[in-house]
C-alpha cells in the first residue's frame, strides 16, 4: 500500500481538523461533522436535527439560495449532507485547487444559514418525501425498527423522524436547535487528497476560531426492549431481522467479530448466502452486518422471502447463527482475507471514502486507524483467534422483527 501520513490540528475552541494527504490524486474530499444529530432532538420533535440539515443550505453568508447551490457548482463541488444519530454531516468532493474556497462556502453553512421563512414548507416536505420512500422501502423499514428496539433511545432513533413530529416543527424549533447545538466543540473537519495542510489550518482558523464553544446538551437514555416484534404489512413478501450483540468499533475484539461476521456474510462464498439462499433457495436476499453506535454495538441479519416460506428461512439463518459459534475453517478465513484486502486497495483511491474514514475514526477512537494499520490487524487473525473468541461470544440472545403478513417464532423469545 502507498505510505499514508495523517496529519492533525486541534483549535482551541474544540474544533479538530484531520488530513490524509493522497498526493498521487488530483482530487481532494472534506467531510464536517459537526455534534447535532437526532439523539439530541426533543422527543416530541424527533426530525428537527434532519429538517434543520435541509434549511441550513437555503441561504448562507452572502448567498441566497439558488446562488449558495450555483456557487457550488461553480467550484465542481459534489456536495453531500444528512443527519445522523450523533452528528449532521457535511461533505464534498472536488478537484483538489477548489479545497479551501468550498470549505469557506461550508463555513457559512454551518456558522451563518439564513433559514428564511419562506422556504420553511418546502423544506418540510422534502423531510415528508423522505419519510415517505422509507415507509415504501420495507427492508428499511424493519431494519430501523430493529436499531430503534435493539439500542433504546437515544440510540435507536430514526433522524427522518414522523410524519406529525415534522409537521409539528416550527421556525423557532429549528433557529432554537440551531443556535443550541451548531458549534465548534466536537466539530470534526476532516480532509484527504491532494492539500496543503498548513493552507487548509489557515483557513479553517480565519472560518471558525472565533467561534465560540457551548456546552453539550444532556440526554436521557432509556433501556432498550429486544425480544420478538411482528409488524403487520399485506404482502406476498416478508422482511426478517435478526440481530444479537457486537463489538463497537473500539472494542479490542472488534476485528475478531469482524472476521466471524465476514465469513458468516461477506461475498457468495459466505454461509448466509451458501445455505438460505443457494442450496435452499429460500429468499432472494440474505446478509448480516455489524453495526455500531458510540457505546454499543449488534449484529443485523436481513433476509427478503416469500410468505410461504418465512418461517423455514428464519430457522435456517438461526440455526447458521448457532453453527458459527463452532468456528470457521482456513479457507474460509482466507477468502474473507482476500475480500477485505481488496475493499482496502479501493479505498485508498477514493478520498471521499478516506474522509469520512477520518471523520468515524476520529469520533469512535479519538485517533485514526490507517489503510495499513487495518490491514496488519487482519493479517494477524488466525483461525485460532478467531474460533477462541467464537467459543467466548458466541451468538446468542437472539432479537427479532418481521413486517410481513404472518408473524413468525423465534425459538426461546417471547413475542411483544
Known amino acids: ?4 501520513t495523517i496529519l ?4 482551541a475552541n474544540g474544533l479538530t481538523l484531520i488530513g490524509q494527504p493522497m498526493p498521487w490524486l488530483q482530487s481532494a474530499a472534506f467531510a464536517l461533522s459537526v455534534p447535532a444529530g437526532s439523539r439530541y432532538d426533543d422527543k416530541e420533535k424527533i426530525g428537527t436535527a434532519n429538517f434543520l440539515c435541509e434549511m441550513v443550505q437555503r441561504g448562507c453568508g452572502d448567498y441566497d439560495s439558488r446562488q449558495f447551490v450555483e456557487a457550488l457548482q461553480m467550484l465542481g463541488v459534489d456536495f453531500t449532507s444528512s443527519a445522523g ?3 449532521t454531516h457535511f461533505g464534498g468532493a472536488l478537484i483538489a485547487s477548489e479545497l479551501l474556497p468550498a470549505l469557506r ?7 451563518r444559514p439564513h433559514l428564511p421563512e419562506d422556504q420553511l414548507e418546502e423544506g418540510r416536505m422534502v423531510c415528508l418525501q423522505e419519510i415517505a420512500a422509507t415507509q415504501d422501502d420495507l427492508p428499511q423499514k424493519a431494519m ?3 436499531k430503534a428496539r435493539f439500542y433504546g433511545d437515544p440510540d435507536g432513533r430514526d433522524s427522518d423522524g414522523t410524519i406529525e413530529s415534522i409537521q409539528s416543527i416550527t421556525l423557532e424549533d429549528l433557529q432554537n436547535a440551531h443556535q443550541r447545538l451548531y458549534r465548534p466543540d466536537g466539530l470534526i473537519i476532516a480532509v484527504a487528497g491532494q492539500f496543503d495542510f498548513d493552507a487548509v489550518v489557515d483557513e479553517v482558523g480565519k472560518s471558525f476560531d472565533d467561534w465560540k464553544s457551548k456546552p453539550s446538551p444532556e440526554v ?10 411482528h409488524i403487520p404489512f399485506e404482502s406476498e413478501q416478508t422482511h426478517i431481522v435478526v440481530g444479537f450483540k457486537g463489538c ?3 472494542d479490542e475484539n472488534y476485528y475478531l467479530n469482524r472476521c466471524a461476521i465476514g465469513v458468516l456474510s461477506d461475498g457468495m462464498s459466505s454461509r448466509l448466502f451458501t445455505e438460505v439462499r443457494e442450496k435452499r433457495g429460500l429468499c432472494y436476499t440474505v446478509f448480516a452486518s455489524n453495526h455500531s453506535v458510540k457505546d454499543s454495538a449488534g449484529v443485523f441479519c436481513y433476509s427478503g422471502t416469500t410468505a410461504a416460506r418465512a418461517q423455514e428461512t428464519l430457522d435456517v439463518i438461526v440455526e447458521q447463527l448457532r453453527e458459527l459459534s463452532a468456528g470457521v475453517t482456513e479457507a474460509e478465513l482466507k477468502r474473507l482475507k482476500i475480500q477485505i484486502r481488496s475493499g482496502l486497495v479501493s479505498q485508498q483511491e477514493s478520498c471521499r471514502s478516506r474522509a469520512n474514514a477520518l471523520n468515524s475514526n476520529w469520533f469512535h477512537l479519538g485517533r485514526i486507524r490507517t489503510l495499513d494499520e487495518i490491514l496488519q490487524n487482519i493479517n ?14 458466541p451468538p446468542a440472545d437472539f432479537s427479532l422483527v418481521t413486517l410481513g403478513s404472518k408473524s413468525l417464532t423465534l425459538r426461546d423469545v417471547e413475542p411483544v
Open 1 to 4: 500500500m502507498k505510505q499514508q
Open 8 to 11: 492533525t490540528h486541534q483549535f
Open 85 to 87: 444519530n450523533y452528528h
Open 105 to 111: 462556502i461550508t463555513a457559512d453553512v454551518l456558522r
Open 144 to 146: 430501523a425498527r430493529m
Open 220 to 229: 436521557a437514555q432509556t433501556p432498550p426492549s429486544k425480544g420478538v416484534e
Open 248 to 250: 463497537t468499533y473500539s
Open 380 to 393: 494477524s487473525m488466525t483461525v485460532e483467534k478467531v474460533n477462541d473468541y467464537l467459543s467466548q461470544h
